[in-house]
């Protein structure tokens, strides 16, 4: 199964904030950012005279020199950050021509991880981080069918849209050995590249459960330092994403514990902690779109109390709960926890996600059971 990719959910907002200043487009490696900044091109390819790529020998000679394509309203900027002084080369260039010219503006991790290194660009751009393909990128009116299809192939562009197994494992090896290989070497200064292979094939069985980090250093023989150390870079890579714990002052809460999960959930072995990555991921997703188009503080944690009970999800906007999502495979009626974490939180709204097709239940005074379509659907997730 194939399908026919939509226009990317940032395209609007993007295209509105054009107007009044740069937009940066971050986000993991082989996401699609570079299409995505095609699409506001007119036919565009790598051809493109806007199409400025740093990788491009004359492209970067040219841009040297102070010179622009001339005649272009819009200009799309890849991989410019790999130059050393490209805050102060783009603000040049932004100064002298952002009343007739936007600027557009792609990288990997390198380009959020750069931006925060000096202000001479601050107040001049708005900065998005896309995310891979979700349910509803795929399709208007998804099918079970979709939903299959994303859970075995993952949200990432190529091994989505080809739907096949032979192309999906080696793209994954290529993509890993890219991430370890070249971004972690242009942004960290790490000795140990294999040690942090094993802890990246060791990453998708960690997925759903409360994060050990002392285990895994027992795994690849390291202190949980470097551990820690390690998985912050691979957070930093756009690799994996950890959510911290909720706590209510009715609840006994844990307060220390993180679970873990990947940017790429195809890869987590077990069928019930890839959905929940893919729910995960769904609502990280949901989080930052309102961060970066609103501006509101989003927050994505779990809730898990001394005695083990455990809602997988609850998302905070502005501090505030906003709702909270449990997650099963199955059709079941609602998680015991949930409805006892309903009685002792001010968390409004309880929803219990699955793969199948019955839907009861009120989340408002309850718990709603219901198809993870249609909660997408519902609550307009990106």
């Known amino acids: 199964m194939a399908f026919q990719p939509r226009e990317r959910y940032l395209h609007l907002p993007v295209l509105s904030d054009l107007a009044e200043k740069m937009v940066f487009i971050g986000g993991p ?61 783009l603000k040049g260039f932004y100064d002298t021509h952002s009343s007739t010219t936007s600027f557009l503006v792609t990288g990997s991790a ?48 190529e091994p989505l849209l080809k739907g096949d197994e032979r192309g999906w494992r080696r793209w994954q ?64 890579l756009y690799y994996c994403f950890r959510i911290p714990p909720y706590g209510t002052p009715r609840v006994r809460a844990v307060r220390k514990e993180q679970k873990l999960y990947l940017w790429d959930w195809s890869t987590v072995p077990g069928a019930g902690e890839r959905f929940e990555n893919l729910v995960a991921s769904q609502l990280l997703k949901y989080c930052h779109l309102l961060e970066d188009t609103e501006g509101y503080r989003m927050e994505l944690r779990f809730l898990r109390d001394t005695d083990r009970r455990e809602v997988d999800f609850v998302v905070l906007r502005d501090r505030r709960p906003e709702f909270a999502v449990e997650c099963k495979t199955g059709e079941r009626g609602p998680s ?39 909660f997408c659907e519902e609550l307009g997730m990106p």
């Open 336 to 374: 015991p926890a949930a409805a006892y974490f309903r009685a002792r939180t001010p968390i409004p709204r309880f929803y219990q996600v699955h793969l199948g097709c019955r839907d009861f239940g009120n989340a408002d005074n309850g718990v709603r059971v219901l198809p993870f379509r249609a």
């Open 110 to 157: 390198r380009l959020d991880y750069y931006r925060r290194g000096g202000d001479s660009l601050q107040g001049r751009y708005h900065y998005y981080r896309m995310h891979p393909f979700s349910l509803r990128e795929m399709a208007p009116e998804p099918t079970s069918d979709d939903m299959a299809h994303l859970l075995k192939y993952g949200g990432f562009p």
């Open 29 to 89: 490696r082989q996401v699609g950012k570079t299409t995505f900044a095609f699409g506001f091109l007119p036919g565009a390819s790598q051809r493109h005279p806007a199409y400025l790529s740093w990788d491009n020998v004359q492209t970067h000679a040219a841009l040297l020199l102070g010179e622009l394509p001339p005649n272009q309203r819009l200009l799309v900027f890849d991989e410019i950050h790999k130059y050393a002084k490209w805050r102060n080369l």
């Open 173 to 236: 090896r290529e993509r890993v050995a890219r991430v370890i290989a070249e971004d972690l070497r242009d942004l960290e200064h790490v000795r140990e590249v294999s040690t942090l292979e094993l802890l990246a094939e060791a990453l998708p069985g960690r997925v759903g459960a409360p994060l050990s980090v002392s285990g895994l250093g027992l795994l690849v023989q390291a202190s949980h330092e470097a551990v820690e150390r390690w998985i912050s870079i691979f957070e930093r």
